[in-house]
């Protein structure tokens, strides 16, 4: 099916729902059912049904009667190893089909075996599937083999087969069965997952070294979505690994080599979704070390492929966002971070990276004058964690200069921990500026001396200054009168006989028109369906010819009819 | 190794240094300073690595570090940016942690306030983003603390809210922190009197001389008229009046423009939909 090359569409479908501050497990697996597999055809992608996030409920749900009653008690240790097996066969099909979907959907498949995950499965699901051993299976077995629970007595039999199938395989003309590279980064995988989740990050960050190792010549495009998930644990153990950022001894710094590489490498290759990853990783790695002139580097030298996952790009957006807030490109930060919300995940307990995104949007919309919506701080999963922002914001619309000072040193840990610590600190002249634009609008005419007091400046002289680069900055219509000390507010003109309702408008109407081109150029169509599409039209077309010979031939008898009701209008 | 050029000992260069520099002797300071370098460079210790000892690292550090304040002192930024350039590499080595410098907050501090000077925000942001994450980590020291860097963090504070005369009062009270400090005053200065000019001449209908010059922070009414001349404001009996905003009317015949041009590229986006 070599025809598939060419109609390798962007997915823009959510193909993995980890984020880099919360384990998710999706309780929404988007699993197709499984009988769909074994279609020849390029089948229609059919919306995720219920039933195949049986087996978490299984887990999960404890108390649900319904499952109980319906089959015995299924073992989710072996539910885990049949569903890992399953995955293999899926492999191998996008292996022989060339397509990338059926990767993803493994890759998709983690989050339900993850808490399964232990060094006795996946020996025996390791030993199981490698009929032979070949040295790749072997450095997983020994990889696993110092943690506990790790099945011995089975290990060593398995490894004394390798001595003996060596010899049986010269005698037999059978060949082993081969097992696909794509088979052994599954596994290895699994084992990255199993480390971090039991938190086991010596091991991992060296099992990870070794498996980019692996990566690095084998140059197979059904390889390129494992291999950035590769990565990404790769990343993830180093950045635990102490000393950790932002010293600058952090041991993430020793990584940026290695991704450079592998970006070089992907960007020759080809290999988009590495390409995405490696580039986000490696901003993520500038920012924890505050490399912010580095990272503008990257992004001006390299180019984000267009038709990465939808989540890649949803944290190239807000890494980008986040360079630029602190460049103080206000504006551009926030499309970026508007693009980044946009996309992020909407799942609940992939919620992370929503909140993370939507705290940084608020700070540069303050930053940019602009009071955040009321709405955005009542949505339930965000309620708690954006507490002290909301107390921000309401600071710095009242105009409290005092207040905002009091905020920033309350909650200066949690701010820092937010990495927006930096970017709330610039917000003291919006606190004045706010604070200025009100009193312009209440008072006709207000001295100078007034206003300082109000706004707890430090001097008359001050005030006289800031309001004049107030009024310059166009935040406030008035004038000043230097002799007597007063500043005196011009009339507000109608708004809406000015432009600004055509201004706000005119950028919804291109924002509504720029979603409609990317969600046209975004459709996917399954492969033959135009020609059904073909047939039905012919079909139709027929259906019409033979009615409207029906009716040149009825016409002659239902003349009378229809026209005669017209005639009496 | 040896650690000599034609019988001259890299610790005896620094010694002389150190004397010119407590001369005051700039010319002297900057021959011994060349063959510094010339000394460091045959020991392959003007860029921090494994090989080298932290002894000789530490030298090269301070060595840089006076280079870098010469520069200021003769002002020459394009130098003191190049010294500064050289001296990131030995701040960050990691064999140096445990011994930090001394005059790394001045030399930083400095930097700071070239890049405020010359109007280089995001860059002053930048740097400043770094040093804030790093002190959050040493838990200790804050930016406020550090009187080197708290100098032309307040400025630019002021300068952002536009408070102008604590810009005037910090660069000329005793606030200064040293005296290559005090050589960036004239430019920060100049600086703020232009953007004053910019201010007034929006929000004054007209302004009497004296008041100019206390605004304006200059010293004499000739100077005012001077400056009045040089911003193109015309001068009448002793008062300053500033030009009219020509913008306004204009602004009318563009926004009709403006509408047809978007009607029209909504019809063919529409047409493009439907």
Redesign the interface.
């Known amino acids: 099916m070599s025809g598939d090359k060419g109609k390798r569409n962007s997915v823009s479908r959510p193909n993995d729902h980890k984020r880099k501050d919360s384990k998710s497990k999706s309780q929404k697996d988007t699993q197709k059912p499984k009988d769909k597999v074994g279609d020849e055809e390029m089948t229609v992608v059919v919306p995720p049904s219920k039933g195949d996030a049986g087996k978490n409920e299984d887990v999960a749900m404890n108390g649900t009667d319904e499952a109980k009653l319906k089959d015995p008690p299924v073992d989710p240790k072996a539910k885990a190893i049949a569903d890992i097996k399953a995955n293999l066969t899926l492999l191998e099909k996008a292996v022989s089909l060339f397509d990338p979907r059926f990767t993803l959907r493994v890759l998709r498949n983690i989050p339900s075996v993850r808490k399964q995950l232990s060094a006795d499965l996946l020996a025996r699901v390791i030993i199981e599937t490698y009929t032979t051993p070949t040295p790749t299976s072997f450095a997983l077995l020994k990889a696993l083999g110092d943690e506990e629970g790790f099945p011995r007595a089975d290990a060593d039999a398995w490894v004394k087969k390798k001595d003996s199938a060596q010899s049986a395989s010269k005698k037999s003309d059978t060949t082993p069965k081969e097992i696909l590279a794509e088979v052994d980064v599954y596994f290895s995988i699994l084992i990255q997952v199993y480390f971090y989740d039991t938190k086991n990050i010596e091991s991992g960050a060296e099992f990870s070294e070794g498996l980019i190792g692996y990566l690095k010549p084998l140059n197979k495009r059904t390889l390129d979505s494992l291999a950035a998930r590769a990565y990404f644990y790769y990343s993830l153990f180093l950045e635990e690994t102490d000393p950790k950022p932002p010293s600058p001894n952090a041991a993430v710094v020793s990584i940026r080599k290695t991704l450079l590489d592998a970006l070089r490498t992907a960007t020759l290759r080809k290999d988009q979704d590495t390409q995405a990853a490696v580039i986000t990783l490696l901003l993520r790695n500038y920012l924890s070390t505050s490399r912010i002139t580095q990272a503008d580097l990257l992004i001006s030298h390299t180019q984000f492929p267009d038709s990465a996952a939808n989540n890649q790009v949803a944290r190239y957006l807000y890494y980008l966002g986040r360079i630029r807030a602190i460049q103080l490109n206000y504006s551009e930060a926030h499309d970026h971070l508007i693009g980044a919300t946009r996309k992020a995940p909407t799942s609940y307990k992939a919620s992370g990276f929503y909140q993370a995104s939507t705290k940084l949007l608020i700070v540069v919309e303050l930053l940019m004058g602009d009071i955040p919506d009321r709405a955005i701080f009542r949505q339930p999963s965000l309620e708690k964690i954006l507490s002290p922002y909301l107390q921000l914001v309401q600071a710095v619309s009242s105009g409290d200069v005092n207040a905002f000072q009091n905020l920033t040193q309350k909650y200066s840990s949690v701010f820092r921990a937010d990495s927006t610590y930096t970017l709330i600190l610039r917000l003291r002249q919006n606190v004045i500026k706010t604070g200025i634009r009100m009193m312009s609008l209440s008072y006709a005419r207000i001295s100078l001396r007034d206003m300082c007091l109000r706004l707890g400046l430090e001097s008359e002289e001050s005030a006289e200054y800031i309001v004049a680069k107030a009024i310059r900055d166009g935040v406030i219509e008035a004038t000043l009168d230097h002799e007597h000390g007063y500043m005196r507010s011009k009339d507000v003109g109608d708004v809406y006989s000015s432009n600004e309702p055509f201004d706000a408008y005119s950028s919804r109407i291109r924002a509504c028109l720029a979603l409609h081109d990317e969600s046209v150029k975004a459709m996917r169509f399954p492969m033959n369906q135009h020609r059904l599409e073909l047939k039905k039209a012919q079909e139709a077309r027929e259906r019409e010819r033979e009615l409207a010979k029906e009716i040149v031939d009825g016409e002659i008898d239902e003349e009378d009819g229809p026209g005669g009701d017209f005639e009496g209008i | 190794m040896p650690s000599a050029v034609g019988g001259i000992s890299l610790e005896q260069v620094q010694h002389n240094l150190q004397q010119c520099l407590a001369r005051k002797d700039a010319a002297g300071a900057q021959a011994q300073l060349q063959k510094a370098k010339l000394i460091l460079l045959q020991q392959n210790s003007l860029v921090p690595s494994e090989g080298v000892p932290v002894g000789q690292l530490k030298t090269a550090r301070s060595v840089l570090e006076v280079g870098a304040l010469l520069a200021i002192r003769r002002r020459d930024p394009d130098s003191f940016v190049r010294y500064y350039s050289q001296l990131q590499p030995f701040y960050?080595f990691?064999g140096l942690?445990s011994s930090p410098s001394p005059n790394k907050s001045q030399v930083t501090g400095l930097y700071l306030l070239l890049l405020l000077s010359q109007g280089d925000?995001?860059g002053f942001?930048?740097l400043?983003?770094?040093l804030?994450?790093?002190e959050?980590?040493n838990g200790g020291k804050s930016v406020e603390d550090d009187i080197y860097i708290k100098y032309p963090v307040d400025l630019e504070?002021s300068l952002?809210?536009?408070?102008?005369?604590?810009v005037w009062r910090k660069t000329n009270g005793r606030d200064v922190p040293g005296e290559e400090f005090a050589l960036f005053s004239e430019i920060l200065v100049h600086t703020i009197r232009s953007?004053?000019a910019?201010?007034?001449a929006?929000?004054?209908?007209s302004?009497?001389i004296a008041?100019a010059k206390n605004?304006l922070f200059l010293d004499s009414e000739g100077a005012v008229s001077e400056f009045a001349q040089e911003q193109g404001w015309s001068l009448e009996e002793g008062r300053i009046h500033f030009p009219g905003l020509p913008e306004e009317k204009k602004g009318q015949e563009g926004?009709q423009k403006e509408?047809i041009s978007?009607m029209v590229q909504?019809a063919k986006?529409l047409e493009s939909?439907v």
């Open positions: 960050e990691s942690q925000y995001a942001h930048t400043l983003e770094s804030i994450v790093s959050g980590i504070r952002m809210e536009g408070s102008y005369d604590q953007e004053i910019s201010c007034a929006r929000s004054y209908p302004l009497s008041s605004l926004d509408v978007h909504y986006d939909i």
